[in-house]
């Protein structure tokens, strides 16, 4: 391995030149001279890796994976996959239908319910789902540093990082589409540093159906095929990219046009977050340097949550190395690109959509792009140099080092919950004081939701209805009018359960001669941040 970080490593502005040489001798391949039996080796350290963590992980068992890992999301996705597999539509509950979700996470959902019945197999299924991604994220991950350095090492580094960084590891096990959207945005970026301007017009296809299937898993993965479609002019050549940009257009344009029938081309949930961080904001009286702390803890999680500083100073570190690559290649290069999607990413969530209790989530693309960006600066600038890789070396070492004890500790310890986790357990008590046929609302309602429908909870037929919007757009609507209460008179809501602050959302936008209103407080939550029940009574 040293040998090969000694004599391999090269610039990301060196790319151009390979692929001249690709092109003119045959002694390079379309892996820069990277041997494919090297090529796999990378990927399948960097996959077994991940799995190996998500594994040890998933042996504690559903009430620890709920605690540590599962937002409230995960639970809205499940329940949009059952309800589709049992021929309800795209919806929570069965009879509202929604465009507030990411359509392929839903997809692979599917095949876990001819599979499985219970209830918590079926979300230990979605976690596997989502960790296969994981891993499939360190592999590529590792692949494409290996083939930029053309050498072992720094790929092998990579793939170690992303595979172990707790921020990383922790959305590989929420279930959700974070990790599928990140395998497939790493997918297309291989796919560009393989191919020059002789590229097939197939293989520009292949490009854009992956490029297409990278948006139905996450809308925001705009932002990296945005510069890396910049980049793809250089190496594709303007046809080639062109058609790239038709076929990932035709495999979006059915969910566009679903989602037009909600009001936008977009899924709706965008919209109802942003009315939830006006809430925020108006109530707390949130400004940009609020939002900055959450910010920094979600950067910070690159390698340690006890370490949070060092986080910040790698990630923004790397993007701003990544830049100065560029800058010197006069280009847009695999570096470039990297650098202007990680900041994009920190640009749109940051000023436009500031939701920051979704931060470690929404800016997992960041981590990820900088893990790449630091093996590969690293990588340059010890190049040829042996002293500086023997430290360079030294470092990785102490530092993946440092990220595996995160996990030995965390692994030993019996629950170290998060306030924003664990809704299972917090909605249940809410399900067994309720009512059979009640009719709950609730600003977060996944959880609800998934259990109402569940087992033992399900012959009471407690219908759960989605109060923020997120995925129903007449509550949304009504929050904008300030109706909500004149909606809960619309739907029959008997009960409403969620956090406090919620709670005071409702009172809010109820409107000022409610049909219907928060009512008197029947149970309350045992624990410091869990689901108190009210009753909804008629308005005054």
């Avoid at 919209?271 to 803890?297: C, M, S, Y």
């Avoid at 909605?427 to 033992?456: F, R, T």
């Amino acid at each position: 391995m040293l040998d090969a970080v000694l004599n391999g490593p090269r610039l990301c502005l060196e790319n151009s030149t390979i692929a001249r040489q690709t092109e003119e001798n045959p002694v390079f391949t379309g892996d820069f001279g990277m041997k494919p039996a090297q090529i796999v080796f990378v990927g399948a350290f960097g996959a077994l890796l991940s799995l190996a963590l998500s594994i040890a992980y998933l042996r504690l068992g559903f009430a620890q994976i709920d605690g540590r890992f599962l937002p409230d999301d995960t639970y809205y996705t499940l329940s949009i996959a059952r309800n589709l597999f049992e021929g309800r539509g795209l919806s929570t509950d069965g009879i509202i239908q929604t465009s507030g979700l990411q359509p392929l996470i839903v997809l692979f959902e599917l095949p876990l319910f001819l599979l499985f019945s219970d209830p918590k197999a079926l979300v230990l299924g979605a976690v596997s789902v989502s960790a296969i991604f994981g891993a499939l994220s360190a592999a590529l991950a590792g692949m494409l540093v290996a083939r930029e350095s053309r050498a072992l090492g720094p790929g092998l580094v990579t793939a170690a990082c992303v595979a172990l960084s707790p921020g990383l590891s922790g959305n590989a096990l929420n279930g959700l589409e974070t990790s599928l959207a990140a395998a497939l945005m790493l997918w297309v970026l291989w796919l560009v540093q393989g191919t020059d301007g002789r590229g097939s017009f197939m293989r520009a296809a292949v490009i854009g159906g992956v490029a297409g299937a990278a948006l139905l898993a996450r809308i925001d993965s705009v932002l990296l095929l945005l510069p890396a479609g910049l980049w793809g002019l250089s190496r594709l050549g303007v046809l080639r990219t062109a058609l790239v940009a038709l076929v990932a257009a035709v495999v979006v344009l059915p969910w566009v046009l679903y989602c037009l029938r909600f009001g936008a081309p977009v899924p709706e949930s965008g919209a109802a977050v942003r009315q939830i961080v006006a809430f925020h904001a108006d109530i707390e009286n949130l400004g940009l340097r609020d939002v900055l702390p959450p910010l920094g803890l979600a950067l910070g999680a690159l390698l340690s949550h006890g370490a949070m500083l060092i986080g910040i100073l790698l990630v923004l570190g790397s993007l701003l190395m990544g830049l100065v690559q560029m800058w010197r290649a006069r280009k847009i290069t695999l570096c470039g690109v990297l650098a202007l999607s990680g900041l994009l990413y920190i640009g749109f969530y940051l000023l436009y959509l500031p939701a920051f209790w979704f931060f470690d989530r929404y800016l997992n693309p960041v981590l990820l792009f900088a893990a790449i960006l630091l093996v590969l600066g690293f990588a340059a600038q010890v190049r040829g140099k042996p002293p500086r890789a023997v430290a360079a070396l030294a470092l990785a070492a102490v530092l993946l080092t440092a990220t595996a004890l995160t996990h030995l500790r965390a692994l030993s310890d019996p629950m170290p919950l998060r306030a924003d986790r664990g809704y299972s357990r917090q909605v249940q008590p809410v399900l067994q004081a309720l009512p059979a046929q009640a009719v709950l609302v609730a600003m977060q309602s996944g959880a609800l939701g998934w259990w109402a429908g569940s087992a033992p909870y399900a012959q009471k037929q407690i219908r759960v209805v989605n109060l923020d919007g997120v995925v129903n757009h007449a509550a949304k609507e009504a929050i904008g009018a300030d109706r909500l209460g004149d909606y809960l008179a619309q739907i029959g809501a008997s009960h409403f359960a969620d956090w406090d602050f919620n709670a005071l959302m409702l009172e809010t936008y109820q409107g000022p001669a409610p049909k219907a209103q928060l009512g008197d407080k029947v149970h309350s939550g045992r624990l410091g941040h869990s689901f108190d029940l009210y009753q909804i009574v008629p308005g005054g």
